[in-house]
């Protein structure tokens, strides 16, 4: 948990304009290409998730962490299960609670949830559901993006996520109410408490979805943050790092973090697209005139994701796999 005091006048200058594209038209193409290298971030309307399945999910997530701390603590595994706190391992720590969930393909029929959970079968359908749906999503706002890039065939990117053996992840949060800030009485702020610290997501594309409560923000260019307007019929995207590098750095992974509420409880459902495992990662040849321009070594999804994990949330992970380029002699 950080406490931000010279945060509080950056929050009272409102929100700034976020890129809302209409998925359900085609010609959004470009529009798409543009927000991923002006925002590395988009909101997604007319996207074809049944509204029930995100009602019957945020119900059970609501029913979940309104548990007792002692039941809740039981469904573990880590990395996967339940988390209050801390966040990782690496000490990093927020206004928040946490139920992590692996969704790969992979696992069939096979329990995929820890712990308890497992007899918990309206909340594991309510999840399977939910994410097969946004799964779909993800592959089409990836298709639209390869046909705004140009890049042939036009499941480049789609494939590696709608792989069976794709590596994805789905995170339920909960940040409470918290009484440790203080307001005034004209209701402004007069400090800011962290309930997920500043990051970047290692995978493709997340996809967030939150309540009605707001809270989540994003870092510009000019490294300045702005909070974005809370809208539960809709979808937010974030540009991810195995992106950015699939890119040549022309999209760029987005910087994000929520902060916490002093009255109310925000709720929100996160997919992590990943690649599978064994997969490589490098800039797409088609995106660059010959292989010198590379930005970045090499790697694999694997290699990516154990060294991710194995940092603290602010650091820059791919910086130990930018290519070093040396000016060529004249």
């Known amino acids: 948990?950080?406490?931000?005091?010279?945060?509080?006048?950056?929050?009272?200058?409102?929100?700034?304009?976020?890129?809302?594209?209409?998925?359900?038209?085609?010609?959004?193409?470009?529009?798409?290409?543009?927000a991923c290298e002006d925002f590395g971030f988009f909101k997604v309307i007319n996207h074809g998730v049944p509204s029930e399945l995100v009602s019957v999910l945020?119900?059970?997530?609501?029913?979940?962490f309104s548990l007792p701390t002692s039941y809740k603590n039981q469904v573990t595994g880590y990395p996967f299960g339940y988390g209050n706190g801390k966040i990782g391992r690496n000490g990093d720590v927020g206004w928040v609670e946490y139920l992590l969930m692996n969704v790969n393909l992979d696992i069939g029929s096979d329990p995929f949830l820890p712990g308890l959970l497992n007899n918990r079968e309206t909340i594991r359908n309510a999840v399977l559901e939910y994410t097969t749906s946004v799964r779909k999503m993800t592959c089409d706002v990836l298709e639209m993006i390869t046909d705004g890039l140009g890049?042939?065939?036009?499941?480049?990117?789609?494939?590696?996520?709608?792989?069976?053996?794709?590596?994805?992840?789905?995170?339920?949060?909960?940040?409470?109410?918290?009484?440790?800030?203080?307001?005034?009485?004209?209701?402004?702020?007069?400090?800011?408490?962290?309930?997920?610290?500043?990051?970047?997501?290692?995978?493709?594309?997340?996809?967030?979805?939150?309540?009605?409560?707001s809270g989540f923000q994003i870092n510009l260019t000019n490294g300045s943050w702005i909070s974005v307007p809370s809208d539960p019929s809709s979808f937010f995207f974030n540009v991810c790092d195995s992106l950015q590098v699939l890119t040549n750095g022309r999209f760029k992974s987005v910087k994000h973090r929520v902060l916490t509420n002093s009255m109310k409880s925000r709720f929100s459902m996160i997919y992590f697209?990943?690649?599978?495992?064994?997969?490589?990662?490098?800039?797409?040849?088609?995106?660059?005139?010959?292989?010198?321009?590379?930005?970045?070594?090499?790697?694999t999804w694997s290699e990516y994701k154990s060294s991710a994990y194995n940092s603290r949330l602010s650091d820059n992970r791919l910086?130990?796999?930018?290519?070093?380029?040396?000016?060529l002699n004249d």
Do not use: W
């Open 58 to 64: 945020e119900h059970e997530a609501v029913k979940f």
């Open 1 to 34: 948990m950080t406490i931000l005091p010279k945060l509080v006048e950056e929050l009272k200058s409102g929100f700034s304009p976020i890129p809302v594209i209409d998925i359900s038209d085609p010609e959004s193409k470009q529009a798409l290409v543009k």
């Open 319 to 327: 910086q130990p796999f930018e290519r070093k380029l040396f000016p």
């Open 151 to 213: 890049i042939k065939p036009r499941n480049t990117l789609s494939k590696l996520v709608s792989d069976q053996n794709s590596d994805s992840k789905f995170r339920l949060n909960h940040y409470p109410p918290c009484p440790l800030i203080h307001e005034n009485i004209d209701g402004a702020c007069n400090n800011v408490i962290i309930g997920f610290g500043e990051h970047t997501d290692p995978q493709i594309l997340s996809v967030l979805r939150s309540n009605n409560t």
């Open 273 to 299: 697209a990943g690649p599978p495992l064994t997969q490589r990662i490098s800039p797409l040849t088609c995106l660059m005139n010959n292989e010198d321009e590379s930005l970045y070594e090499e790697f």
